[in-house]
């Protein structure tokens, strides 16, 4: 199940597969047939090894530096990302100068964080910082967490395409096949909303700093 990403012809940056499911890029219904197990596939992934918070802080070190770099491929592509959302100059070097400063000291700080128990993770975020959605991500990894990223239905894919560089930067496998990212609108999308917060043991609500504990009815 892999999927190059690919736009809409005459509709410059419009995705037509837009959501990252655990490595692969997928349409919205390849989407659905796949979210109904969602529950179940966190279930399995966490039952295997515990992940190890030194692959996730090796691969963070590694996307930092791609992203300090403005000719990396990676960079590009989040540059596009924003620019096709008519996001500003000023603001986007902004959007990398926080990942930059904000990466080390996740990673630093994520350790004492760490869980006692990794669960499924959902982080409901909105699209007005970018990096919100990735860096809440990337404390739920350390964690050891499977993690499912919720964006709004308008936003850039900037999170998604920076958790899929993200997900490439790790030999092991073990981060992309704890990240989904999808793209929906909550309103009409209330199915996959039920099916993404339903068996989370925990939603993050913006960030990881607005976390409250949810309960599966």
Not at 7 to 12: A, D, F, L, Y
Not at 35 to 46: C, K, N, P, Q
Not at 140 to 168: I, M, P, Q, Y
Not at 172 to 198: H, K, N, P
Request: aromatic share 4%; proline share 6%.
């Amino acid at each position: 199940m892999k999927h190059v990403l690919k736009s809409q012809p005459g509709v410059p940056g419009r995705a037509v597969n837009r959501h990252f499911w655990r490595g692969a890029w997928l349409d919205d219904d390849e989407v659905d047939r796949h979210i109904g197990s969602l529950g179940h596939t966190a279930r399995m992934v966490l039952a295997g090894a515990r992940l190890n918070p030194v692959v996730v802080v090796a691969a963070c070190g590694r996307l930092r530096d791609l992203l300090a770099v403005p000719s990396t491929d990676l960079r590009g592509r989040l540059t596009d990302r924003l620019r096709a959302q008519n996001v500003a100059g000023p603001r986007i070097e902004r959007t990398f100068a926080g990942l930059l400063d904000a990466l080390p000291r996740l990673t630093r700080s994520g350790f004492p964080a760490r869980a006692a128990k990794a669960g499924l993770h959902t982080h409901i975020v909105t699209g007005n910082e970018p990096a919100v959605g990735a860096l809440s991500a990337v404390e739920g990894l350390l964690s050891g967490h499977f993690n499912v990223v919720k964006t709004t239905r308008h936003d850039s894919l900037f999170a998604a395409e920076l958790l899929a560089g993200l997900a490439t930067l790790d030999p092991t496998g073990q981060l992309g096949s704890r990240l989904v990212v999808l793209r929906f609108s909550a309103v009409t999308r209330r199915d996959w909303m039920e099916r993404i917060c339903g068996p989370a043991d925990t939603v993050a609500v913006r960030g990881p700093k607005l976390s409250y504990p949810h309960s599966p009815q």
